[in-house]
């Protein structure tokens, strides 16, 4: 059987080498609603499989192609894949990543929701390839649908941004819908959103970097990030910014002028904003997985220095994640609170109780640490007082700043109950007088 890459040998074409618009020029309207000349309008060709007919259009990104400030050789992954790759999410850290990103009919799902346009890249002998399929009727679906399976069975991860909830579902059920068993349902998954989310949330606004989410490191884990979009993104990070990009709302509108006029010109900016989503999808896990072997000393701002401990902590790489955690705490105060806060929950579970009591008493120092820190601080720091340092005294000052804080009856309770209890310990190792 051949590979994957012997099955494209030969008709990948080099990045911009097909024209959208045949010979540079914009087709005529009766060339461009020609079903014959498809294929040639989009820069592609034409498959067929059980007498319907779909057009697949491949592209390959050399190693010198710039994407902004990264050239695809920079996202190229090492000789048996990133090790911590598998932190991103459910993968492996070998074989060949998968990206895939849909355009489809409509954002609502279901069964009358059709991915028009599959868009699959990897990274294959230095180069980033491409292979769109292109869905020219809703008749030769079946058979664009097996041709995707041959793609994704060659690949060992699938990668996506915003695929749990979309993408994959999505593609899923046409697959069923069709009687055909998915390629995707047992293949590794890794949705970028999540990681993102964790890296990069809010970089470069001020605004939401001073607002950040507070409540890290609950019982569960950290708290829920804010969303980002993978344009902005790409145009933060790699420093690529689109021109004359068609925007994702007109995208199915313009699907539906091709099925019912046949004027296929529209879909040319379509298939070439997939391809820079994939390009960019591509690029950035890159990063991210370089980022989790280098480790913190690779984050450029505090905000990667902080998700980097969070995907540590929830791969259970405790030491690695105190590190991040301290290293974002360093990096400007945007952060500071939050890194500290969880530097402290990881060091107590690690029973490093004197590094936990520095990181709370940094806590309390900063000018507008929140409440909810503070009130968490000060009672974490009247037990280390009273039952590790046995200083009953400074427990007891903890002990009584915790009681006149706003708190849940039950916070209010357990300081009450300290408080007491400090206090028959005094009253036997001090005389009366001092109370």
């Known amino acids: 059987m051949m590979s994957l890459t012997e099955r494209l040998r030969g008709v990948v074409r080099p990045a911009g080498s097909g024209p959208v618009r045949a010979g540079g020029r914009a087709l005529g309207d009766s060339e461009s609603t020609s079903p014959d000349r498809v294929a040639e309008l989009l820069g592609g060709e034409w498959r067929q499989a059980s007498s319907h007919r779909y057009v697949v259009v491949d592209r390959a990104y050399a190693p010198g192609h710039r994407h902004g400030s990264m050239s695809v050789a920079d996202g190229l992954p090492p000789q048996g894949g990133w090790p911590r790759l598998p932190l991103l999410g459910g993968s492996t850290s070998g074989g060949t990543l998968l990206f895939l990103d849909l355009e489809t009919t409509g954002l609502a799902g279901g069964a009358g929701t059709y991915a028009f346009l599959v868009g699959c890249g990897w990274f294959d002998g230095g180069r980033f390839l491409?292979?769109?399929?292109?869905?020219?009727?809703?008749?030769?679906?079946?058979?664009?649908?097996?041709?995707?399976?041959?793609?994704?069975?060659?690949?060992?991860?699938?990668?996506?941004?915003?695929?749990?909830?979309?993408?994959?579902?999505?593609?899923?059920?046409?697959?069923?819908?069709?009687?055909?068993?998915?390629?995707f349902s047992a293949m590794p998954h890794i949705d970028m959103l999540h990681p993102a989310r964790r890296l990069w949330r809010g970089q470069g606004d001020p605004r939401r970097d001073d607002t950040a989410r507070r409540a890290v490191l609950p019982a569960g884990g950290l708290a829920p990030a804010l969303g980002c979009r993978l344009s902005a993104l790409e145009q933060l990070l790699l420093g690529h910014e689109r021109e004359e990009d068609v925007p994702g709302f007109e995208i199915p509108a313009r699907y539906f002028r091709y099925v019912h006029s046949g004027d296929a010109a529209p879909i040319g900016d379509v298939l070439e904003h997939n391809r820079l989503d994939l390009l960019s999808l591509a690029l950035l896990t890159a990063r991210a997985a370089q980022l989790l072997d280098e480790g913190a000393t690779g984050a450029a701002t505090g905000r990667e220095a902080f998700g980097l401990g969070w995907l540590y902590a929830r791969a259970g790489m405790m030491q690695e994640a105190r590190v991040s955690f301290a290293r974002a705490a360093d990096m400007g105060p945007a952060l500071r609170a939050e890194s500290l806060r969880a530097y402290a929950v990881l060091s107590r579970r690690l029973r490093r109780h004197d590094d936990a009591a520095e990181a709370w008493r940094r806590l309390l120092e900063l000018p507008d640490c929140p409440a909810g820190f503070v009130r968490e601080a000060t009672e974490a720091l009247a037990v280390h007082h009273e039952h590790r340092l046995r200083s009953l005294l400074s427990a007891r000052s903890f002990a009584l700043k915790s009681l006149k804080m706003d708190a849940s009856a039950s916070r209010r309770h357990a300081a009450e109950h300290r408080l007491a209890r400090l206090e028959r310990k005094l009253g036997h190792a001090y005389p009366a007088a001092l109370f």
């Open 130 to 183: 491409v292979r769109q399929f292109f869905l020219s009727s809703f008749a030769a679906e079946h058979a664009l649908l097996e041709a995707v399976r041959e793609v994704a069975e060659a690949a060992a991860t699938v990668v996506t941004y915003n695929g749990k909830s979309f993408d994959l579902p999505l593609i899923e059920t046409r697959y069923a819908l069709n009687r055909m068993e998915t390629p």
